[in-house]
């Protein structure tokens, strides 16, 4: 492996990073420096390996014999993070006590609130989605091009978005931040020929009653790159199922943080840590992170750290139920400290950790476990944890834990932690964070052997409407590759009936039929409490014929319905492009 640069492997010269905080400006497999102790007229030769898994005799000699308060890496330390700050900030962190006595009072919690967007919201089954979630008391928020139109359907209060999957420049995604969930009922408007009535009469009937048409943009534009739009909008704010890499090595790719040193010198001691990068320390043989180091409580000292520089902007990892680690322990317990300000001195939100000797170990660290704490001391009067606003992340090694208590695994003298990735991750199981309503027949139009007399007019029609079908599909596969947790939901033809009708749902897309929007609109919001529909692509339909209407008496509904018991029966894998690319489904 090449020498990194500072933007690949995410130290940034100078970083503090070698012992008595000298700056390392490059990669070098040996460096020798002179190093001068604060307040001695003597120096000492190091030689640093910043490959190498120790410091060096002669440096763990000179650091151990000279006790002194080095304030000029006190100094740089400070300027490497924040610039100069405030003097009397510094003074204040360095005279006030690293332990104290206990809370008296539990930390604030966080409070969560899981909006669901809708898209395509004034639309048949859109609109339906609306109602549904606002009787189950769910905060739903609105994507619309026409806020008029969405304010006298909906109500002159719903939480809207004005925009338009067809205009990228119009989703903004700080527009969707606080957006957990959405389900998306866009689709391309096909009309009557001749007309139709202000409500759309026509189209209610179907398709299969009318000459049809595209109205407005194509299904290219909609469908395709419309629905290209969208995720790249809500991503961020939906989160992925394989979670976000926050700190991890892809190639020759190393990490997107600037790591450096902040060790106990910030308050008179002489401890010392550095970050570094091993080329082949990973379990698997690639590259890894390396946090090490000499722990000393002189001076009153007893931790080391590294800390991430201030981000430029701030990780938003509010779709996400924590970080995990993975990491090669040494039976140390060590410090995740992640923080939510860009001030230099203040709360970070921390979890203590243990970890197993020799043994490479994935750890998970829920944010809800992570507890405020200012300077060693709980701070109960702190704001609760943002995951939205993540600005620097810290690992450190510690003679203390919290509120006076010690680490009971501390022992003075060399440690390292060597650490492979930081990730975001998502509870499991996980349910689907995006609900997607498509159509049945999208795979038809170019399935071979098919009789097309027999299928529905929007498969017959396929290329007069604007390869509708096809671009439909090419949608799908959009949002499987995304990462995102998802569900495809494929109607059959959509109807005004009443929700109620017995349901058969179907994989491989081959089954054709009819079925109420409302019927769609209730089991879209059913399935995104579902873990047993992520990942899942199916059709449906009711019972009912084509030929027979379905009614229901008010006086005496149809029972609710138990989505839950279909979803469970739905096989991974199977969409129906097996049979245009000659593999076989999966049963």
């Known amino acids: 492996m090449n020498c990194p640069s500072s933007s690949f492997c995410g130290v940034s010269p100078p970083v503090l990073a070698n012992p008595r905080g000298e700056f390392a400006a490059s990669c070098s497999t040996r460096i020798t420096q002179k190093v001068h102790f604060f307040g001695s007229r003597s120096s000492s030769q190091i030689i640093y390996s910043p490959t190498s898994s120790h410091l060096s005799r002669r440096a763990v000699i000179a650091l151990a014999g000279k006790k002194s308060w080095d304030i000029g890496r006190f100094a740089k330390t400070l300027f490497f993070f924040n610039g100069p700050p405030n003097p009397l900030k510094i003074v204040e962190s360095i005279m006030s006590s690293i332990t104290a006595s206990a809370p008296t009072e539990a930390p604030k919690k966080a409070e969560t609130s899981d909006v669901v967007l809708v898209t395509g919201a004034t639309g048949g089954v859109g609109r339906r989605v609306v109602d549904v979630l ?45 957006i957990k969930k959405v389900i998306n009922a866009v689709s391309v408007i096909v009309g009557p020929k001749e007309g139709d009535t202000p409500d759309r009469q026509k189209y209610s009937q179907g398709i299969k009653f009318f000459e049809p048409e595209i109205k407005g943009p194509s299904p290219e534009m909609v469908e395709y790159l419309g629905m290209q739009n969208l995720i790249n909008a809500v991503k961020e704010s939906v989160g992925l199922s394989e979670g976000k890499l926050l700190f991890g090595f892809k190639g020759n790719l190393c990490g997107k943080f600037v790591w450096g040193a902040l060790d106990d010198v910030v308050m008179g001691g002489v401890s010392e840590s550095a970050f570094q990068i091993q080329p082949t320390g990973s379990e698997t043989g690639e590259a890894t992170g390396l946090f090490k180091g000499t722990v000393s409580t002189s001076n009153n000292g007893g931790f080391t750290s590294i800390r991430t520089k201030n981000f430029t902007v701030p990780e938003d990892l509010s779709p996400y139920d924590g970080v995990e680690l993975r990491v090669k322990g040494d039976g140390r317990r060590y410090k995740l400290i992640i923080r939510t300000s860009y001030e230099w001195d203040t709360i970070g939100y921390t979890a203590s950790f243990d970890t197993t000797k020799g043994e490479w170990q994935s750890v998970r660290i829920p944010f809800s476990s992570l507890i405020p704490v200012f300077r060693a001391r709980t701070a109960t009067d702190a704001p609760p944890f943002d995951a939205s606003n993540i600005t620097a992340l810290q690992l450190m090694f510690s003679k203390f834990e919290y509120d006076g208590k010690l680490n009971p695994t501390f022992a003075e003298g060399q440690f390292e932690l060597p650490f492979s990735s930081i990730r975001a991750y ?142 469970k029966e739905l096989k991974d894998g199977i969409t129906g492009k097996e049979a245009l690319e000659g593999t076989p489904a999966l049963v």
């Open 134 to 178: 606002r009787k189950n008391g769910v905060p739903v928020r609105v994507l619309v091009r026409n806020a008029e139109k969405a304010r006298t359907m909906l109500g002159p209060d719903v939480d809207l978005i004005i925009g338009d999957v067809t205009k990228g420049d119009t989703l903004d995604p700080k527009y969707f931040k606080g």
């Open 426 to 567: 998502i509870n499991e199981p996980i349910t689907p964070r995006f609900v997607h309503v498509s159509s049945a027949g999208v795979t038809r139009p170019e399935r071979p052997g098919l009789d097309l007399s027999k299928q529905p007019p929007a498969v017959r029609m396929n290329k007069e409407l604007g390869s509708i079908l096809t671009y439909k599909l090419k949608g799908e596969d959009l949002i499987r590759e995304s990462g995102v947790p998802y569900t495809i939901v494929r109607p059959c033809a959509l109807t005004e009936e009443p929700a109620g009708a017995d349901l058969i749902f179907e994989q491989g897309d081959n089954i054709t039929g009819k079925i109420s929007r409302e019927e769609v609109a209730r089991l879209c919001v059913a399935a995104l409490a579902s873990p047993s529909a992520v990942g899942k692509t199916f059709e449906v339909k009711s019972t009912v014929p084509f030929s027979e209407p379905f009614v229901i008496d008010p006086s005496n509904p149809p029972p609710e319905k138990d989505y839950e018991v279909y979803f």
